[in-house]
């Protein structure tokens, strides 16, 4: 399995923990970036993911080559998925295994923290007054 990938498909746990678990590791700590119903003040009924799939999967390889550095002999995977999710479905499952709890915990964080900051995957929130991207001020079409 491929610890890193951009998806349309239902994200499994199972296919992430299996992309870091070892016997040398004695911490997993696993992710899940949910779908919620509101997002700055606002409703949200519903959220579609696009993404330049080979690129966003490059530049989670690269994520977690700088986050492995930081943290030697972390294992790292990330499965993000792509179209239309409903509320409450997982966009994002990220895994960190390590052979103590700290690094394990700081790594997996590292992890999704740099994914939402740099990854090419985008997301537009739909809400009662119509569809806007998120993080592009001018394409709200709802004042903020």
Known sequence: MNPFRV???VLSADAVLA????REQGAVVV????VRDHSGGLPVTKL????????A?????RIAAAVTSEFPGVRLAAHHRIGALEIGDDAVVCAASAPHRDAAFDACRGLIDRVKA???????????????????????????
Do not use: N
């Open 19 to 22: 992309c870091v678990r070892s």
């Open 118 to 144: 740099s990854a090419p995957i985008w997301k537009r929130e739909h809400g009662p007054d119509g569809p806007y991207w998120v993080g592009w001020d001018h394409s709200l079409t709802v004042p903020r």
């Open 48 to 55: 579609e993911y696009e993404a330049y799939v080979s690129m």
């Open 57 to 61: 999967e490059k530049e989670l390889e």
């Open 7 to 9: 998806t349309t498909e």
């Open 31 to 34: 992710f899940f970036g949910c």
